[in-house]
Each structure stands twice: as structure tokens, then as C-alpha cells.
């Protein structure tokens, strides 16, 4: 009976075998989802529609907010032919056709082409370049699509050609009124089924899909698949959304743009002592399949930039952590990474380490290769000693307080060179206080 179900409504639509997502997909700027800021009145994007004057155009978003359905608009408003290529299996053969095809029908038919790309984070260096001439001579109209930042993933020459469009995860809102116009559609859509589905599925529906209209038709078509008859009505029960939503996951590409920035908000987090977002970033990393070993070696390295030594019992704890992990795994692992989280979130902050770090590789870099001062050499022969290696060299723990005050261990051309700076928290203020003394004593040796 279920199969029945979802097979009479794609008969009801006379287009067997076709997803709901494609039968679904938006012919003109009022249906479609999201993407205001684009869209809306007077945006660029619109303004390029709706005036059938279509430019180059690199489309930036996540998976389901639309790309591939605004190329075939730009096409379809402009009466340009469309040819769509995916770069996860086209070549440069099929490039040499496609542009082959616009140029004969630029001559024979006086007819433009929008060229559309999925994935084109995917094409080489030279695939890329192979698109340029026949952009710039007006061949054709180049539409590109990509999960990834261009900024990264795309030649700058190709970059220069095409207007960049952002597009954005789309709402719960957006998706539950897509959700609507599905099961409402007796064209196109499931209406012809007169389905059953209470408003609090068809949202968690939405929510479930993560702002991805794809898959919110893909998971509406197969609940309808699900459909059972009740009272002599098909419906949509709570036991099959909740079985077909369960265990989902948030967006997270492992190693792509999304990636880079939940670890940024991560450690941004951790530094801005919220260990509440902290937690929260580190669960959604862990929730979208990221090696909870990554994010332990990144926690180290959060211990010893923001935290240092205004509390170095943060690197012990972050290292503790990892090891945890290692040895136990999850989730006895995972628990450990948020044990080490929370206390490099809430610990005082002190990034005087990395900074003066920074400071003296600079110096190191500029600087060239400076010498050692002879009174810091070795001197394990006595020709050295002779050539004056060690001489002068007061031994530390024979001085008063364990210190030789006045010395310089730099090369003296930096003589007097300060990197760390110690700041007046944890137990920093304590380090700040110390060097202090001894600068009052490099004072008192140098009158």
C-alpha cells in the first residue's frame, strides 16, 4: 500500500520516475525559496533576470539553496539554450562540445548560451582557463557552481570575469512553505494524493533537512512513500518521520569552507571565554563527523596561543585529553576533549607567548645570521679559551638570587630586545612581577 502511494503520485504528475525535487523545481523568481538578498526587489541578481541580460556568474552556497535552479532561470528569461555540465565527470572533450555548440548556435541561430558548471571547484587550472576566450569574445555566458570559496578553489582569472553571488542555507520557514507547495501541488507536487500531514511534521521535516530544499522534498517524497490509511486517508504518521529523520547530519564537508569555520568559531570561542559556544562548536564538528583527534590537536594549540602561561596547567589538561582520546576513543575520548574545552574557555586568557614567539622568529628572519657572543660559547679546548670563548661568563646559580643581573644572552646587536610581555592575569601576573624584579636589578648593576 505504500508504495502504491508514492508510485499514483508521480503518476498523478505524468512524470514517472522523476524526483519530487526536480518536479518541484521553481520556473520563476515568485516561487522561488530564500535568498532575498539576491532576489528581492531591485538586487542585482533580479534586476539581471527579470532585464534577460545575463552575465558570468559564479553561484557560492551549500547543497539544496538553489544554484542549479537560478542558472536554468537565467537561461529560461533570457530565451538562451542551456547546456549543463558537472565537472565531477566532464573533461575538457566535453568543453571543447559545449563551446563547439554556442558558437554554432551564436552563428546559425543568433542565439545565446548560458554554459552552467556544477561543482566547478572540481575543474584543473587549465580546465578553468579553458573557458575564459570564449566568455570574454561573448560565445557563450558562463554560470558556475560551488559548494566551496572561490576565493580558494578558482583561478583569479576566471574570478575577474564573473560576478560572485552568496547564497545562504535556507530557514525552517522557507523550507516549510516548500514543503507546503509540495503537497499541494496536484501537478507537479503530491496534491493528487491528498496527503494527511500535520503541521508539526511537515516542520520537523523542515528542520530536519538543514536548510537544504533538496533534501526536504526527497525526505517529503519518501514519507509519502511511508503514507498509511487512516480513517480511509492517507497519512503521514509520526512513527515514519520520526524514523526517517533520525540520526541526520548537520552540515560539515571535513576539510572545506564549513570546516574551516566551525574550527574557527571553535577556538574564537575558547579565546572569548564562552565555553558554552565553545561547547556547542565542538559538538557540532563532532555530530558532522570530524576526527576528534583534529580537534584535540587544535584544543593544544588553543592552550599554548590564548591561554599560555597565564595558566599552564591548560596545555597538561588539553595533552591529557588527547591522550584520552587515543586510548579510550569515543566516547570516553570525546567527553575528555569538551573536559578540556570548558576549562580553556573559562581559564585566563594570555596570548603573550605566541606573540612574542612571533617576534623573534621575525628578528631571526631579518636579522641574519647574527653571532653568538664569546662570553655564551662553549669552550671545551683551550685554544678556545684562548681565543676569549666563555670569557666573562658569570654562572647564574653562583650570583646573588640565582641571577647575574646586567648580563645579555641576545646577540648583542639586540642587546635590550624585549618579545615577552606578560599580562596581568592568571598566573602571568605573578611571571610580570618577577621580571620586573630582575630588570630593577639589571638597573641597580648597570649604576
Not at 43 to 57: F, T, W, Y
Not at 404 to 424: F, I, K, Q, S, T
Amino acid at each position: 500500500m505504500n508504495s502504491t502511494a508514492g508510485t499514483a503520485g508521480r503518476r498523478a504528475a505524468g512524470q514517472a520516475g522523476v524526483p519530487l525535487a526536480d518536479r518541484m523545481r521553481p520556473a520563476c523568481i515568485g516561487d522561488f525559496a530564500g535568498q532575498e538578498q539576491l532576489l528581492g526587489a531591485g538586487k542585482p541578481l533580479r534586476v539581471a533576470i527579470e532585464s534577460c541580460s545575463p552575465h558570468s556568474m559564479i553561484l557560492w552556497g551549500p547543497p539544496g539553496t538553489g544554484k542549479t535552479t537560478l542558472a536554468r532561470m537565467v537561461a529560461a528569461h533570457s530565451g538562451a539554450h542551456f547546456i549543463g555540465l558537472s565537472a565531477v565527470f566532464a573533461g575538457v572533450r566535453d568543453i571543447r562540445a559545449a563551446v563547439e555548440e554556442a558558437a554554432r548556435l551564436r552563428h546559425e541561430a543568433q542565439r545565446a548560451t548560458v554554459l552552467f558548471v556544477d561543482e566547478v571547484h572540481r575543474f584543473n587550472k587549465a580546465q578553468q582557463d579553458g573557458f575564459l576566450p570564449y566568455v570574454e569574445n561573448g560565445t557563450l555566458t558562463f554560470i558556475g557552481a560551488t559548494t566551496e570559496n572561490p576565493s580558494f578553489e578558482l583561478n583569479k582569472a576566471l574570478l575577474s570575469r564573473a560576478r560572485v553571488y552568496v547564497l545562504r542555507a535556507l530557514g525552517a520557514a522557507d523550507i516549510r512553505r516548500l514543503i507546503d507547495r509540495a503537497l499541494a501541488d496536484r501537478e507537479n507536487g503530491l496534491g493528487s494524493l491528498d496527503l494527511d500531514m500535520p503541521a508539526a511534521l511537515r516542520d520537523r521535516v523542515a528542520e530536519a533537512a538543514d536548510g537544504d530544499a533538496r533534501r526536504a522534498l526527497n525526505l517529503l517524497e519518501i514519507a509519502a512513500d511511508l503514507a498509511e490509511p487512516v480513517d480511509g486517508r492517507l497519512t503521514v504518521t509520526e512513527a515514519s518521520v520520526r524514523d526517517l529523520v533520525s540520526g541526520g547530519l548537520r552540515r560539515f564537508d571535513k576539510g572545506g569552507e564549513v570546516f574551516y569555520d566551525q574550527i574557527s568559531a571553535l577556538h574564537k570561542a575558547v579565546r572569548g571565554s564562552s565555553p558554552d559556544a565553545a561547547l556547542y562548536w565542538l559538538a557540532r564538528m563532532l555530530d558532522g563527523g570530524c576526527d576528534p583527534l583534529y580537534i584535540a590537536r587544535r584544543v593544544v594549540r588553543m592552550a599554548s596561543e590564548d591561554i599560555g602561561n597565564a595558566d599552564p596547567r591548560g596545555l597538561e589538561i588539553a595533552l591529557n585529553a588527547w591522550d584520552v582520546q587515543e586510548r579510550l576513543g569515543s566516547p570516553e575520548g570525546e567527553l575528555a576533549i569538551a573536559q578540556a574545552v570548558v576549562y580553556l574557555a573559562c581559564a585566563p586568557k594570555s596570548n603573550a607567548v605566541y606573540t612574542a614567539f612571533a617576534a623573534a622568529r621575525e628578528d631571526v628572519r631579518s636579522g641574519g645570521s647574527l653571532e653568538v657572543p664569546l662570553r655564551l660559547r662553549n669552550a671545551p679546548t683551550g685554544l678556545m679559551k684562548d681565543l676569549g670563548y666563555a670569557g666573562g661568563y658569570r654562572y647564574a646559580h653562583d650570583q646573588p638570587e640565582g641571577y647575574a643581573a646586567g648580563e645579555n644572552y641576545l646577540p648583542d646587536e639586540l642587546a635590550g630586545r624585549r618579545y615577552y610581555h606578560p599580562v596581568g592575569r592568571g598566573l602571568e601576573q605573578k611571571i610580570a612581577e618577577k621580571l620586573a624584579h630582575l630588570r630593577e636589578l639589571d638597573a641597580k648593576h648597570r649604576r
